[in-house]
């Protein structure tokens, strides 16, 4: 920040506070006003134009967006906004998995996040370790939800799963979640491979965790497989 401006160019919420700033002002709005209008404090908003402290949740996100009129620029920077949030190889694994032209995921504990059911994803977050608040949990169930929409493209990668029975014995959620979830893998199974690894075949080699293998052509093929044997981190 030079001179009281923000770079926009130093991280992407920086991106998000810079563009946030310009609506504003478009409007003749003070900080203030702004903050009045999405039912937050003034130094709420200098935060988040300011690109320091806590990012906007989505939530914040989506009523700052509708406030200023940004005609949904700010919610479709919000995920990149919310990605600097993980250290660098999760991000990097992130990308990877964008840009793949295949995925094959081994699965050993729980449906992977691209077939999840938001009340099934939301279930699992719950008990994971770095979701520290309800709003956390709300941008991380988002942020899943939004992997998924790369799917319905028409350039989606090609998708390949194999479930661990247990996956399938394992009750997440309760029981209405449980049930939505396996109408949601089933209707899956129509449109990519979905195989199960039953107890009876014993012990193999991934019995240890889960993989994921995003592909890519080309000699970076390599390198991700290498890379890519991870647990999900979004």
């Known amino acids: 920040m030079a001179n009281g401006q923000l770079d926009p160019t130093v991280s992407m919420a920086a991106l998000f506070g810079s563009r946030l700033k310009w609506y504003r002002e478009q409007r003749g ?26 990012r906007p949740t989505a939530e914040l996100a989506r009523a700052l967006d509708e406030a200023v009129g940004a005609n ?29 032209i295949a995925i094959r995921e081994y699965a050993a504990q729980s449906v992977p996040g691209l077939l999840q059911t938001e009340a099934y994803a939301r279930a699992v ?7 520290t608040s309800p709003e ?5 169930v ?25 996956v399938l014995a394992r009750r997440v959620g309760g029981d209405r979640t449980m049930y ?14 979905i195989q199960v690894l039953p107890f009876i075949s014993g012990a193999h080699p991934m019995q240890g ?19 890519s044997r991870t647990r999900t981190v979004v």
């Open 29 to 54: 709005w003070t900080q203030a006003q702004l903050a009045s209008k999405v039912y937050v404090s003034q130094s709420r908003v200098a935060q988040v134009e300011r690109a320091t402290g806590a």
């Open 180 to 193: 939505e979830q396996l109408v949601r893998l089933r209707r899956a199974c129509d449109h990519q491979p």
């Open 136 to 140: 956390v949990l709300e941008e991380r």
């Open 125 to 131: 977050l719950r008990v994971g370790r770095t979701v």
């Open 142 to 166: 988002a942020l899943r939800m939004s992997r998924q929409e790369r799917f319905l493209r028409p350039d989606a990668p090609a998708y390949s799963v194999v479930l661990d029975e247990a």
């Open 209 to 227: 965790g889960s993989l994921t293998l995003p592909d890519h052509a080309g000699q970076d093929r390599g390198r991700v497989r290498r890379g």
């Open 72 to 100: 949904g620029l700010l919610i479709d920077l919000w995920p990149h906004v919310y990605r600097e949030s993980f250290p660098d190889w999760a991000r990097r694994f992130m990308d990877l998995a964008a840009k793949a």
